[in-house]
């Protein structure tokens, strides 16, 4: 068994578990704290703005409607990773539901690394949404008298699974209680905050002392689970969800390295048999990297421990995040 340390990533605040030896370790620096906007920075209204001082409109209709799409990108090691790809869906996700873009692509990459840039994190978690926005009334609905709003932020690295559980795995149930929202209702091709049905599979989780939960749409198939895609591996292919399912760039980037590994990938339908008698399973997502099930439903997912794929694919993720091609993006700090 690994010795498990706590290392300090040169600020205070962030403790973070991990392995000595593993691919996943902070960056060990200190931060210059001389701006207020170091920490943490968000741009709002057109001003950048320390993290914890940001605000917006309770009239804005991304949170009465939640009339929104976002996308959360990642810097590693000081680097961003797959910035534009991250842009790019966000872009077709808000043209889909017509909210009108205030931004040219490059100005909200721009803003992106600016607030990065402002934070001086090394490791950061990158926000950017477009709201519906509000009207010139309290409380306008009118959509033609609503004006678009275009937020970032840029904060400490927030995990929906921490390093610590990357490297030692996960349980995780098929939530019997919801199903995920079908592409008719809320298309989860576009990345948005109607939660609902995965905040439900998350207290069933932890009703059935579980980590996390997979959703089945109404047919019946495996989608994700809140905010990770889910893919499974059997005998030497991954397979992963094709319908009703954000198309992660953390998955597309493990589907990537698996077909460098030689597995073959498949794109299709995923029943919670399959799952049952898979090899190994693990989630994706920018908010957890490459991240092993190694129980599911109570019963151990292959040996009931992670996958050597699994690790295999993890460790490549975060030694691309150190790798100078055209993923990465150095940040350039003032
Ligand atoms: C963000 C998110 C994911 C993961 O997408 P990445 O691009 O890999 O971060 C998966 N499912 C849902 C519902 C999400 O919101």
Redesign the pocket.
Known sequence: MNQLTILEAGLDEIICETVPGEAIQYSRYSLDRTSPLAGGCAWIEGAFVPAAAARISIFDAGFGHSDVTY??AHVWHGNFFRLEDHVERFLAGAEKMRIPMPATKAEIMDLMRGCVSKSGLREAYVNVCVTRGYGRKPGEKTLEALESQLYVYAIPYLWVFSPIRQIEGIDAVIAQSVRRSPANVMD?WI?NYQWGD?VRATFEAQERGARTAFLLDSDGFVT?G????VLMVKDGTVFTAARN??P????RTALEIARDFGLQTVIGDVTPEMLRGADEIFA????GGVTPVVALDGAPVGAGVPGDWTRKIRTRYWQMMDEPSDLIEPVSYI
Not at 248 to 251: F, K, L, N, P, V
């Open positions: 996308t959360v989860p990345k995965l994700e809140p905010g990770f895609n399912v954000l992660g760039i953390t998955r994706a997502t920018t908010a």
